[in-house]
């Protein structure tokens, strides 16, 4: 399993629009984040966990050819902007299926409605197969176990997913602790760090390295950062050896 990290930044990404912010104008490539994403890719294989804005960006910058399915972790506009983009994709192999929440499908239906409007669909717009994902079962990615994570985003639920030693979770600022069970035994956990400040609706830097140790995985990334984080290279000095910034364009091979 390969893990491409195709985007790192929280929903105004890095450099924020119009910011003299000193990490906006970093120069080191590991300070400019896209909008938060990952490709999980086995052989022949290519899975990607929200589809944001910059989507059709990542996918040009990683010249990738196949896409078997989109999971999405809930529905905010970070995460789900770039629906429009998979066309390519359909046209060359038809039908995308998409993974959700019952409550993100609705979202979807309505805010892309020319995409799931089944025999209506407007001319030339992409076809999803829609996959409903419910916190009490496991789905198959076509012979692999995904394993649904149960968190909260302030008050909204948002999905994390286990896929055999990986598991990725994002926006996620409480999880209860039948849920963290779930992440027992993990190898690699990629969870959100938004910044050094607590945040109503996300893991601070704090919560994140309490998080890490509460699971207790061999390696640990933090993803969902902002610029209010810090500048790459210095936030990584202060980290425990097996905690590191995640980064776009990262590759892990597990």
Known sequence: MKITFLG???????????????VCLSEDPRDKRLRVSVMVSFPGQNYVIDCGP?????MLRHNVQRLDGILFTHEHA???AGIDDIRPFFFRQGDIPVYAHERVIKSLQRRFDYI???ENRYPGAPAVQVHPVSGEAPFLLGKHWVTPIEAWHNRLQVFGYRIGDFAYLTD??????TEIK???GIGVLVINALRIEPHHSHFNLKEALEFVDMVGPERAYLTHISHRMGFHAEVEKTLPDHVRLAYDNLILNI
Do not use: C
């Open 8 to 22: 790192t930044g929280t929903s105004q990404g890095i450099p924020v629009i119009g910011s003299d912010d000193p």
């Open 116 to 118: 799931f409007a089944g």
């Open 182 to 184: 779930k992440l027992e």
């Open 172 to 177: 996620v600022k409480t999880i209860e602790e």
């Open 78 to 80: 970070d995460h789900t």
């Open 54 to 58: 910059d989507f059709r960006q990542q």
